[in-house]
């Protein structure tokens, strides 16, 4: 199972879009999970949506109405659309594997991405 890479990323003006890519070579074989997290400088790490091979997503608060989540289990990758970008949604997104109940080998997963940045101006 491949670590997994980002992209995507970019610099947008509030109220535009954008669509980032994780893909992560073997992940939907295995079972694995994956979750988005953002992370601002001076800030803690935040969670901000996950989804299971099964396609059952997740969002944090904060995104929920704005991003989607979606997965393409042929290509190994999950993508995340994000809508109404606002300048609070400034940060590197990272993506990581996670295991799930039914993960085939669970030591395959847990590996993290390098992150793509997203920069919103207002």
């Known amino acids: 199972q491949g670590q997994p890479v980002e992209s995507g990323g970019g610099s947008v003006q509030a109220g535009g879009s954008l669509r980032l890519s994780c893909t992560a070579p073997g992940f939907a074989s295995n079972n694995c999970g994956l979750d988005w997290y953002r992370q601002s400088p001076g800030k803690q790490r935040e969670w901000v949506s996950s989804?299971?091979?099964?396609?059952?997503?997740a969002y944090a608060r904060s995104v929920k109405g704005r991003f989607t989540i979606s997965i393409d289990k042929a290509k190994d990758t999950v993508y995340l659309e994000m809508n109404n970008l606002k300048s609070e949604d400034t940060a590197m997104y990272s993506c990581r594997t996670e295991r799930e109940h039914n993960t085939v080998i669970p030591d395959l997963c847990g590996s993290w991405g390098q992150g793509t940045q997203v920069t919103v101006s207002s």
């Open positions: 989804i299971s091979t099964d396609g059952t997503a």
